[in-house]
């Protein structure tokens, strides 16, 4: 319980992360990092993603933590076998357990996907529920600009449901029954694309998902809930009042002391 969780994320997404963890271990602490400066990485190539995921890891790896959660699908996707290779503590991305849970719960083996253009381009999902249930038809549909959006804090802008609608229209189509958000971001648009698809199509919440998955693996099996108050911890690489902003909005939460690091120096400013 002394040593901290880990979570990074391009951007805010990984707070819905951060959010239903800190809901399953209250008295976790957590050091999160937003890579603020670089986001979105959906449209970056691999190489470029792996090396993004190498510094986010090393940043929090220093900070003495227990677990690594990448939060983000594009990295989950590219990068994730080679953190695994790399660092020598429990690393757990987003691509497996959400996959797990859209299987467990579809009734016609039809699942929808929506992520980043290089989260949809990897096929990580497709392989994944593939090797749990072969048997599942899988339709994909990159929605690129779902990341800007919730970056820019138009959660609720009639512009964002029309970005939806477009998007998804397709998929409705399909006879879907479950729609994987393979993306960290995407849990924080969650009303308004149920506004838009309605009620007959389960959405599968990769930032529950890797909560579930936390208690499923008993890394946390020995531990109790307490008093304690969990202590939290926020670093980003660019404009820490915005992150502030929108992370206050997701987590319904004060963030304080968002530190700024800076990768080119490899120094946190105040540290």
């Known amino acids: 319980m002394n040593n901290p969780i880990g979570i990074f994320d391009s951007g805010v997404g990984g707070l819905t992360v951060f959010d239903a963890i800190r809901r399953k271990l209250p008295a976790q602490d957590i050091v999160y990092f937003g ?10 190539s691999q190489s470029t993603i792996i090396r993004y995921s190498f510094e986010n890891a090393s940043f929090l790896v220093r900070q003495n933590i227990k677990l690594l959660i990448v939060a983000c699908n594009t990295s989950s996707a590219y990068a994730l076998y080679e953190l695994k290779k790399k660092f020598d503590l429990p690393i757990i991305g987003v691509i497996e357990p959400g996959a797990r849970k859209a299987v467990e719960i579809t009734k016609n083996r039809r699942i929808g996907i929506i992520g980043t253009e290089g989260t949809i381009k990897s096929g990580a999902y497709e392989k994944a529920i593939k090797r749990l249930n072969e048997n599942c038809e899988i339709f994909c549909k990159p929605t690129p600009l779902f990341v800007p959006l919730v970056e820019e804090n138009w959660i609720e802008h009639s512009v964002t449901k029309q970005v939806i609608e477009e998007y ?21 648009l969650k009303n308004m694309i149920r506004e838009v698809i309605g009620n007959e199509i389960t959405l599968v919440d990769s930032a529950e998902s890797v909560a579930e998955e936390i208690m499923r693996i008993h890394l946390f099996e020995n531990y109790e809930k307490s008093n304690s108050k969990a202590k939290y911890q926020f670093f980003v690489s660019d404009n820490p009042q915005k992150f502030e902003v929108l992370g206050r909005r997701i987590l319904n939460l004060d963030l304080e002391d968002v530190e700024m690091v800076y990768f080119a120096e490899m120094w946190v400013k105040g540290r």
């Open 168 to 188: 998804l229209k397709d998929l409705m189509n399909s006879d879907i029954d479950t729609l994987i958000l393979g993306c960290t971001h995407y849990p924080v």
């Open 35 to 44: 890579d603020t400066a670089r986001v979105p990485y959906g449209s970056k």
